[in-house]
C-alpha cells in the first residue's frame, strides 16, 4: 500500500469515526451512527470528484470505502459510552483527519489536472465538506462558524504538499511534512486559540452617511 493509499483510507476512517462520535452526541441508534460515520467519511472526496468530473466516484469504484466508514461507526458505537468527553476527542480527531485528508486531495487534483491551484481546492474541499456535512446534519455550529483556524491549516497542508511536490520531494517526505504542517496548525488553533484577523465588527452606516 503506498503513502497516499494508506492517507486516503485513513482519512475516511478517521472522518468517520468523528461522525459516528456527532451521531454518538445526539443519542442514536446504531443506524444513525453508520449512516453520519458515511456521510462524513466520504462527503468531501465525493464533492472532490464531482468537481474533477471523476466517474465513478471513488467509493463506487471501490466499495471498501463504505466498509471503512461502517467500521469506524462500529468501534465508536461500542466505545463512545466510556469517553468522558465526547466532544474533545471528536475535535482532535477531525484534526487528524483534516491533516491525512487535505494532502490526500491534492495529491488527487494535482494527478487529475497537473495544476497547484486546482491541487489546493480539492485539498481543501476534501478536508473541510466531510465535517461541515456532519455539522449540518448534527445541528451542531458548522466548523466555518468557530473562530479557530480550520480551512486555513488544510489550505497550509495541501500547499506544504503540493509546493514539495512540484519541486520533486520524494512523496513520502511531501506526504508527511503535508500532513505535520496541517496538524501542527489546526492543534494550535485547538490548544492556544490561534485565529485570524476578522474583518470590521462595526454596524454598517445608514446609507444616508455614504453621501
Given at each position: 500500500?503506498?503513502?497516499?493509499?494508506?492517507?486516503?483510507?485513513?482519512?475516511?476512517?478517521?472522518?468517520?469515526?468523528?461522525?459516528?462520535?456527532?451521531?454518538?452526541?445526539?443519542?442514536?441508534?446504531?443506524?444513525?451512527?453508520?449512516?453520519?460515520?458515511?456521510?462524513?467519511?466520504?462527503?468531501?472526496?465525493?464533492?472532490?470528484?464531482?468537481?474533477?468530473?471523476?466517474?465513478?466516484?471513488?467509493?463506487?469504484?471501490?466499495?471498501?470505502?463504505?466498509?471503512?466508514?461502517?467500521?469506524?461507526?462500529?468501534?465508536?458505537?461500542?466505545?463512545?459510552?466510556?469517553?468522558?468527553?465526547?466532544?474533545?476527542?471528536?475535535?482532535?480527531?477531525?484534526?487528524?483527519?483534516?491533516?491525512?485528508?487535505?494532502?490526500?486531495?491534492?495529491?488527487?487534483?494535482?494527478?487529475?489536472?497537473?495544476?497547484?491551484?486546482?491541487?489546493?481546492?480539492?485539498?481543501?474541499?476534501?478536508?473541510?465538506?466531510?465535517?461541515?456535512?456532519?455539522?449540518?446534519l448534527a445541528g451542531e455550529p458548522s466548523v466555518l462558524m468557530r473562530p479557530e483556524i480550520y480551512v486555513t491549516a488544510a489550505l497550509i497542508g495541501a500547499g506544504v504538499f503540493t509546493g514539495l511536490t512540484l519541486f520533486e520531494v520524494p512523496m513520502i517526505f511531501a506526504s508527511a511534512l503535508g500532513v505535520i504542517s496541517a496538524f501542527c496548525v489546526r492543534?494550535?488553533?485547538?490548544?492556544?486559540?490561534?485565529?485570524?484577523?476578522?474583518?470590521?465588527?462595526?454596524?454598517?452606516?445608514?446609507?444616508?452617511?455614504?453621501?
Amino acid at each position: 500500500m503506498s503513502i497516499l493509499e494508506f492517507l486516503d483510507y485513513a482519512g475516511v476512517a478517521v472522518f468517520a469515526a468523528t461522525g459516528a462520535l456527532a451521531a454518538s452526541r445526539k443519542h442514536l441508534d446504531v443506524i444513525g451512527y453508520i449512516f453520519f460515520a458515511s456521510v462524513t467519511g466520504i462527503g468531501g472526496g465525493t464533492l472532490r470528484d464531482l468537481v474533477l468530473g471523476a466517474t465513478p466516484v471513488f467509493w463506487i469504484e471501490n466499495p471498501l470505502y463504505l466498509l471503512v466508514c461502517t467500521g469506524s461507526a462500529m468501534v465508536v458505537y461500542l466505545s463512545a459510552r466510556r469517553m468522558e468527553s465526547r466532544y474533545r476527542f471528536l475535535v482532535w480527531l477531525d484534526a487528524v483527519g483534516l491533516s491525512a485528508y487535505c494532502v490526500m486531495g491534492a495529491a488527487k487534483g494535482l494527478a487529475a489536472t497537473g495544476s497547484a491551484t486546482v491541487a489546493l481546492v480539492t485539498g481543501v474541499l476534501t478536508a473541510t465538506c466531510g465535517g461541515i456535512l456532519r455539522d449540518l446534519l448534527a445541528g451542531e455550529p458548522s466548523v466555518l462558524m468557530r473562530p479557530e483556524i480550520y480551512v486555513t491549516a488544510a489550505l497550509i497542508g495541501a500547499g506544504v504538499f503540493t509546493g514539495l511536490t512540484l519541486f520533486e520531494v520524494p512523496m513520502i517526505f511531501a506526504s508527511a511534512l503535508g500532513v505535520i504542517s496541517a496538524f501542527c496548525v489546526r492543534g494550535g488553533a485547538l490548544k492556544y486559540g490561534w485565529t485570524l484577523p476578522v474583518g470590521d465588527p462595526r454596524p454598517p452606516r445608514h446609507p444616508d452617511d455614504v453621501l
